[in-house]
């Protein structure tokens, strides 16, 4: 008896929990398609990196594209709520607003950089359109990260009126300073002449930061 249930026990054992089995394919994922591209990497390489079965990775995702999805979404969704909780207006009232503003650049920033191939693949779907399926997941993922971007709207509108700021335009500051950061990480190429020496990532975290700033409080004084 005991040759033929152990086996089995250890089988039973060596079941993985569902959210286990979603994050060890989300890192898989993320690993291969930052390394390789999205187009050059296939499920099977994403299943077996993950340990598991090509099928598990359908089942619970849906496509590659929506795989995609998940594997871009989810960092940058917890990012935004983690700072959002962390700079509550009501509880950091008396928090000086440089560090809201610097931790919000700065974490933004490290993860465009970290991601910097995948919104490079998210950015040509919207453009060329050729793959209709991941078009439409770079359609949705767009719309995500805007209404994400809401969270730190709000927020800072929140810390405005704490603070007695001037009239905050919110949706603009934001949108400006998250312009700037994907500038800097996706089009440096553009921005800074191969002839010279570019700044490096402090110098524009702290330039960004003041913009953002500036955008919150007016000129300094007011």
Do not use: C
Not at 87 to 92: F, L, M, P
Not at 150 to 155: A, C, F, I, P, T
Not at 197 to 215: C, D, S, V
């Amino acid at each position: 008896m005991a040759l033929t249930t152990e086996p089995l026990v250890e089988r039973r054992n060596a079941r993985r929990a569902p959210d286990q089995v979603r994050s060890l394919i989300l890192k898989a994922a993320h690993r291969l398609f930052s390394a390789q591209g999205y187009h050059a990497t296939p499920t099977r390489q994403i299943a077996d990196e993950a340990g598991v079965g090509e099928s598990v990775i359908f089942r619970n995702f849906g496509s590659k594209a929506e795989l995609f999805e998940t594997t871009i979404l989810t960092p940058f969704s917890q990012f935004v709520d983690d700072w959002a909780t962390t700079w509550d207006a009501k509880t950091t009232s008396a928090t000086d607003p440089t560090r809201v503003a610097e931790a919000f650049v700065k974490g933004f920033y490290d993860l465009a950089d970290e991601h910097q191939e995948l919104l490079r693949t998210l950015i040509a779907a919207r453009v060329n359109g050729v793959d209709p399926g991941l078009a439409e997941v770079a359609t949705r993922v767009s719309g995500k990260l805007a209404n994400n971007l809401g969270v730190v709207s709000r927020v800072l509108l929140e810390h405005g009126a704490a603070r007695h700021f001037r009239d905050v335009d919110a949706p603009v500051t934001v949108a400006v300073s998250v312009g700037s950061v994907l500038s800097l990480v996706l089009l440096d190429d553009w921005l800074f002449s191969p002839s010279q020496r570019r700044p490096g990532k402090a110098r524009q975290i702290k330039e960004a930061t003041q913009m953002l700033l500036y955008g919150v409080t007016g000129p300094r004084g007011a």
